[in-house]
């Protein structure tokens, strides 16, 4: 049988490694996405990771039965069942406070680990212990590279975004130089913020930092780790180390509770960074203003990619309109609160 917690379930203080314990334990913040768990918990299990590892699974109530399939396939799996969605921080969290490695290893459920990751990782870094987190290469299913880290945003990146903005050409360097300008995937290099889909740190670095910030809903927590962790140790980006990356899959599925959460996360990030009052409430308005704009953009172009035959882009731009409806119709204050 799988070792099952259910919630409420708050524990504030990490248990201490284990001396004969695992060596790295593997968190996983689950929502939903039932058979990409089940292929990441298979690539962990059934191939040789060269290292000790765990695997702690934080459940956010998930309803397509994912955390029974856990208990019933996985029974190596310290499994907790959340009675409610508590995000990704907070879940990211309970997995850390009862896991017992030296290391600990957060990674997405769309994720694919291949042989032998976490041996690299350890060996990385008992290499580097002046380091402060790790992050692999990630590569799509499709086999091109993922972004697998970025610079920190800027105000002026995100207006970039909006568009009433967008279309005069303000803002776009920043913009590009925050999403992918620096961006090499063959090349070793310590980085400002690493994808959020696979991070390696010690225990100690994680207590040190304070573990993830639960201000943190669905997005933006990655760059706020990164952040923070800098502060102790630099943050690399390990391009020996490769793991096959989905991406966006909780995101897509449950667009009404992602996207808005998104939007509240990059607020509190730059309040966070010391963003001025001024600015801050100049950066809500503008994204107050454009959200029914881009909606409209949205439905308009699902509508036509529909009539011109591209069914799969259709769909994604009607995602985009149900998240933004969602942010106007549920969020909106949440938004001018953060």
């Known amino acids: 049988m799988s070792q099952v917690r259910t919630a409420p379930f708050e ?7 284990v001396p004969d314990g695992p060596d790295v334990s593997v968190c996983i913040a689950n929502w939903n996405c039932i058979e990409l ?3 990441c918990l298979q690539s962990l299990f059934e191939q040789d990771q060269g290292a000790r590892f765990e695997v702690i699974i934080a459940d956010n109530a998930s309803t397509d039965g994912a955390a029974d399939m856990v208990a019933a396939e996985f029974p ?12 990704f921080a907070r879940a990211s969290n309970q997995a850390a406070a009862v896991a017992t490695g030296r290391f600990l290893f957060f ?11 976490l041996r690299r990782f350890l060996d990385l870094a008992e290499a580097n212990p002046g380091a402060g987190m790790f992050g692999p290469r990630l590569r799509g299913a499709d086999g091109e590279f993922q972004i697998s ?23 776009r360097r920043a913009y590009y130089e925050y999403r992918r300008d620096t961006f090499d995937p063959m090349k070793a290099r310590e980085v400002e913020v690493l994808m959020g889909a696979a991070v390696f740190l010690s225990r100690t670095v994680f207590d040190r930092v304070g573990r993830w910030d639960e201000a943190y809903w669905f ?3 990655d760059i706020d780790l990164s952040t923070q962790v800098s502060r102790f140790g630099p943050v690399l980006y390990a391009a020996s180390v490769e793991i096959v990356h989905y991406g966006r899959a909780a995101g897509r599925t449950n667009i009404n509770f992602a996207a808005p959460n998104v939007a509240i996360g990059y607020v509190h990030y730059f309040r966070k960074c010391g963003t001025g009052p001024l600015a801050l409430f100049a950066y809500k308005a503008l994204v107050t203003i454009d959200a029914p704009l881009q909606l ?5 172009e699902a509508v036509w990619r529909r009539a ?31």
């Open 11 to 17: 524990p504030r203080v990490a248990r201490p490694a």
């Open 37 to 39: 768990l089940r292929r």
């Open 76 to 87: 190596d799996v310290v499994l907790i069942r959340n009675a409610e969605n508590y995000g």
């Open 107 to 117: 990674l997405n459920n769309d994720t694919l680990v291949p042989e032998h990751t």
């Open 149 to 171: 880290y970025r610079r920190r945003p800027t105000l002026a990146a995100l207006l970039h975004r909006i568009a009433l903005l967008r279309w005069t050409g303000l803002f």
């Open 219 to 221: 997005g933006v927590e």
């Open 296 to 300: 409209t953009q949205k439905l308009v």
């Open 308 to 338: 011109t035959g591209q069914r799969a882009k259709a769909h994604n731009s009607l995602v985009a309109a149900r998240g933004l409806w969602a942010f106007l119709r549920r969020e909106l204050l949440r938004f001018w609160k953060a």
